[in-house]
């Protein structure tokens, strides 16, 4: 079974492509959910970031998500270290679920592979892009901020033209059909790839 790890900057679109993935019968992990669920059920990482952000990021065993938004995002150390908590924690879990599945392939959903150094960690790697535009537009209108506030965030990301170049497969997700039409290939190619031996 191969491991594919499925990345893509803010406004992308990574979550509608791992839907797509998920319809064709792809188990799909998603790193940003089990992260939320890890923090809150896992004792040790709980403890860890109690350490690290203090008493305040849980109210009544409640991750305060809010509390620790504000302190990390100001302060890219305090990010980097509880990044260090959490993604391995993550890692760990993905590895145990991953055993569990008897498919050729399974993808793993999460942010910053190529920020974080770890696409080796990885099979083969599948980068979502789309227009600088149509992803403020996307970001703008989901999550009812000003543009500002989106460009502060992509620029904690590394530049698309630079993951490219390191990404195995991309997929440029503007119109949904071709979108879906790209995945419905890739997912073959995957699949092919899988059962060589090479």
């Given amino acids: 079974m191969k491991i594919v790890g499925l990345t893509g900057g803010i406004?992308?679109?990574?979550?509608?492509?791992?839907?797509?993935?998920?319809?064709?019968?792809?188990p799909v992990y998603d790193s940003d959910e089990e992260a939320k669920k890890l923090m809150v059920s896992s004792t040790e990482v709980k403890e860890a970031i109690i350490e690290l952000l203090g008493?305040?990021?849980?109210?009544?065993?409640?991750?305060?998500?809010?509390?620790?938004?504000?302190?990390?995002?100001k302060d890219p150390e305090l990010?980097?270290?509880?990044?260090?908590?959490?993604?391995?924690?993550v890692r760990e879990h993905f590895l145990e679920w991953a055993q569990k599945k008897v498919v050729p392939y399974v993808i793993q959903e999460?942010?910053?592979?190529?920020?974080?150094?770890?696409?080796?960690?990885?099979?083969?790697?599948?980068?979502?892009?789309?227009?600088?535009?149509?992803?403020l537009q996307?970001?703008?209108?989901?999550?009812?901020?000003?543009?500002q506030q989106v460009v502060e965030r992509m620029q904690n990301q590394m530049e698309d033209n630079k993951k490219i170049q390191l990404a195995n497969f991309c997929i440029e997700n503007v119109d949904l059909e071709t979108t879906k039409q790209k995945i419905k290939d890739l997912h073959t190619e995957l699949v092919a790839l899988s059962a060589s031996k090479f």
């Avoid at 008493?55 to 995002?73: E, G, W």
């Avoid at 996307?138 to 543009?147: A, H, P, S, Y």
């Fill in 110 to 135: 999460t942010a910053l592979i190529f920020e974080n150094g770890v696409q080796d960690k990885y099979d083969y790697t599948i980068l979502v892009t789309a227009p600088k535009e149509i992803r």
């Fill in 11 to 26: 406004g992308s679109g990574k979550s509608t492509v791992a839907k797509m993935f998920r319809e064709l019968g792809v």
């Fill in 55 to 73: 008493k305040k990021a849980y109210s009544d065993a409640v991750l305060d998500r809010t509390f620790i938004a504000k302190k990390v995002f």
């Fill in 138 to 147: 996307r970001v703008m209108d989901r999550d009812g901020v000003d543009e």
């Fill in 79 to 89: 990010l980097q270290q509880l990044n260090a908590i959490v993604h391995p924690a």
